[in-house]
């Protein structure tokens, strides 16, 4: 399947076109950037606009064969002189969104509230390679980097951004600088082959984990590498069902709180596109936790699980809220596997470590180590 470019990569690709423009005053209608993910980035450079001091251009955002909303808006960068040379002599960059950004308004988030929404990666690329091009070009002043998306506004009511407190645009994201797509089918084989190669190695217990968050705590806690588990993505029903047909005596399933609170809403699909409800049914298992209404509402603004957890612990009633969150795990997981298989389950946090887990955890986990 194709791979893409992230949004950072486009804003990053379009800034370093438009401070080449901008200081040689010759034109640029396609640019390479090196990505954090060590591959190539061959960008056409579209809607030239130059004057004197300042050159703004444009990318437009091809997301491969992922399904991807933002594949095809145009993420324009506008470069600006802000002085010619700065008193230590170095040239340095300042950047921020324009139309089409969004604008954070909520804590919790990659960047402050107040800040636009293009996160840390991508403000590293686009400070990198427009560095890159001051310094061949022996430009020692100051630059001002516009980040815009024309079609930003309208598209941001088709994302996440505005529950999340992103205001009025779309985010520059990315860590890798590519989109690597994957179609359900082929995330359901891999899962398959895995869970197959565990079961000929004489395994009878499944350790399955949504993704990689979290390794570091079950590394420090329990000396268990999750990178030994089958990663079953957003896919838990689905990995349930393989382990069944599959005959495993036992299933263990580790993951963080922000994936795993899906789960005791009923949802065996937990990809954002899915629905969203974390916050509903943390703030429900608070209340039956013995938590106060001003707490539960608190927890319905966070953005963030960890932030909702935080306000859990400041009521001090995070083992009743945890117990009730993962005895509906539970409740859910067994009624998926149809009592076919023994499951366990351990539910933790990057900030606050293991919230809960069920009583034949461990010894599930030493059966996989």
């Known amino acids: 399947m194709k791979f893409g470019f992230t949004t950072g990569s486009c804003a990053a690709a379009g800034s370093k076109a438009a401070v080449f423009m901008l200081l040689s005053g010759k034109e640029k209608k396609e640019i390479k950037i090196l990505t954090p993910k060590g591959i190539e980035f061959k960008a ?29 808006v145009h ?14 002599k170095t040239p340095s960059v300042k950047i921020k969104g324009g139309i089409g950004i969004g604008t954070i308004t909520k804590p919790g988030l990659d960047q402050k509230p107040g800040e636009s929404a293009i996160n840390r990666v991508p403000r590293q690329m686009i400070e990198k390679e427009v560095l890159e091009v001051c310094n061949l070009m022996d430009f020692n002043g100051e630059l001002l980097v516009e980040i815009s998306c024309p079609e930003g506004i309208e598209l941001a009511q088709k994302t996440f951004n505005p529950r999340l407190g992103i205001q009025g645009g779309i985010s520059i994201l990315g860590t890798s600088g590519i989109v690597e797509p994957m179609s359900s089918q082929a995330i359901l084989d891999t899962i398959k082959v895995e869970l197959n190669q565990h079961k ?58 922000g994936k795993l609170i899906k789960v005791s809403g009923g949802m065996m699909n937990t990809h954002s596109r899915e629905g969203d ?41 995070t083992q009743e809220v945890m117990k009730d969150v993962l005895e509906r795990i539970m409740f859910f997981l067994n009624k998926r596997s149809g009592g076919k298989i023994e499951i366990g389950c351990m539910v933790y946090s990057n900030q606050h470590g293991l919230l809960a887990k069920t009583e034949n955890a461990e010894e599930m986990l030493n059966q996989c180590r």
């Open 200 to 257: 000929a190695l004489g395994e009878k217990t499944a350790a399955i984990t949504p993704g990689n968050y979290g390794q570091e705590f079950m590394l420090r806690s329990y000396g268990y590498n999750l990178d030994k588990s089958v990663k079953c993505s957003n896919f838990i029903g689905n990995t349930i069902d393989m382990a069944v047909e599959l005959g495993f005596e036992k299933l263990l399933l580790t993951g963080n709180i």
């Open 75 to 88: 993420i324009v960068s506008k470069v600006s002189i802000i002085s010619d040379e700065t008193a230590v």
């Open 277 to 317: 409800c974390r916050m509903e049914l943390l703030s429900a298992s608070a209340i039956r936790g013995g938590c106060s209404l001003e707490c539960a509402k608190k927890i319905l603004e966070c953005v963030t699980t960890e932030d909702a957890i935080q306000a859990i612990i400041e009521e001090k009633k």
């Open 44 to 72: 056409e450079i579209l809607d030239i606009n130059r004057s004197k001091d300042s050159v703004s251009c444009a990318v437009i955002k091809d997301g491969g064969d992922d399904p991807d909303v933002t594949t095809g």
